[in-house]
């Protein structure tokens, strides 16, 4: 649950146009795509939200 905690807020602060944001988002992408590999928790719900993060990143 707590990465997916962490994608929400990283998605929160993209729509508030935080200048920080998008590097944010960028290293949460990886510890998040880290800790799914390694800990095997909440996989497919995280893994959806990051993609979703993913897609949004590239969009904007």
């Known amino acids: 649950m707590r990465n ?3 994608i929400n807020i990283v998605i929160l602060n993209i729509v508030e146009n935080d200048k920080e944001s998008y ?8 510890e998040v795509q880290k800790s799914v590999e390694e800990n095997f928790q909440f ?8 993609e979703v993060l993913e897609d949004f990143l590239w969009i904007i």
């Open 23 to 30: 590097k944010m988002a960028k290293e949460t992408i990886e």
């Open 43 to 50: 996989v497919s719900k995280a893994k959806l939200r990051l």
């Open 4 to 6: 997916i905690a962490r």
